[in-house]
């Protein structure tokens, strides 16, 4: 298999409809439906079911979806590490929140001072492509996650611990109480362990959120143009506390603090590519 094949399985995965993944491509149908049969040769499984109106994955198809998008990406990898146009390469991984509000102005200042350097980060990663293959398959140097797993090969780095704190754009009267997190005024985010098993505990089974977030920068919006309240990490909370765009909230309850790891194979400690990116994090 090739490329050009993985590349026709994922855009006729993504479209279900050959002709449509072929425009897309902007190669032509026959072209297309050969790449499929040549693949499907090689793997020696039908990947998709067909007839002259619908298209759908089968069972293998499903199954092979994950490890096709994981070749494409080491692909792509490998031809950022052979690149003559760059002495030195870094490729990171880590949620959005940490590269925007902790992290960049110190990975801008890395390259401006190390313009011989390739770097690369990731802030949304597909979530059935877990750290250990980001890492095991060589496509990321170093990956920060606030619940690093356990591996034999891998090694786990404190960054820093935050605390997570509850804010309002209205100064509120008075304590918030347990129940005040069933309001529909209460914007939530599950921000990194342990806080989701914290919460869960606090709220009870059966709780739904009547707002729910899944990006820092979207929750902090909503919390400054609003009179919802929510929990924000102090490192992004702190500048909106000093000009009194936000308020801190007292509560009967502390939620717990979250701690950010850098994670590395092990092997690789003394590699360039992790070494770099140590420094870029102010670790080494």
Not at 193 to 222: C, K, N, R
Request: proline residues 6%; aromatic residues 10%.
């Amino acid at each position: 298999m090739d490329s050009s094949q993985l590349e026709a399985f994922i855009a006729i995965a993504h479209l279900l409809n050959f002709t449509k993944a072929a425009e897309h491509l902007h190669i032509s149908q026959s072209a297309i439906t050969a790449r499929i049969k040549a693949l499907e040769a090689a793997v020696g499984k039908e990947l998709f079911q067909r007839d002259n109106r619908n298209v759908s994955l089968t069972q293998g198809g499903i199954a092979f979806y994950p490890y096709a998008e994981r070749m494409l990406r080491l692909f792509a990898e490998s031809k950022l590490t052979l690149s003559d146009t760059f002495e030195h390469s870094v490729v990171m991984s880590g949620p959005g929140s940490v590269w925007h509000y902790r992290y960049l102005p110190r990975i801008l200042a890395f390259k401006s001072d190390n313009p011989q350097v390739a770097v690369k980060f990731f802030s949304h990663i597909d979530p059935t492509y877990m750290v250990r293959d980001l890492l095991l398959d060589g496509m990321v140097h170093l990956a920060i996650r606030f619940d690093p797993p356990e591996h034999p090969k891998v090694t786990r780095q404190l960054l820093f611990e935050d605390e997570l704190l509850l804010v309002s754009k209205q100064p509120k009267a008075g304590v918030m109480q347990q129940e005040d997190f069933r309001s529909p005024d209460y914007c939530h985010l599950a921000w990194g362990a342990p806080f989701p098993e914290w919460f869960a505990e606090l709220a009870g089974t059966g709780y739904v959120p009547a707002l729910e977030i899944d990006h820092s920068s979207i929750m902090l919006t909503i919390l400054l143009q609003g009179d919802r309240f929510g929990f924000l990490p102090r490192s992004i909370a702190q500048p909106y506390l000093d000009s009194q765009a936000l308020f801190e909230l007292s509560c009967t309850v502390k939620a717990p603090s979250i701690r950010a790891y850098a994670t590395y194979l092990t092997d690789q400690r003394q590699s360039s590519s992790v070494m770099l990116a140590l420094r870029m994090l102010g670790l080494s």
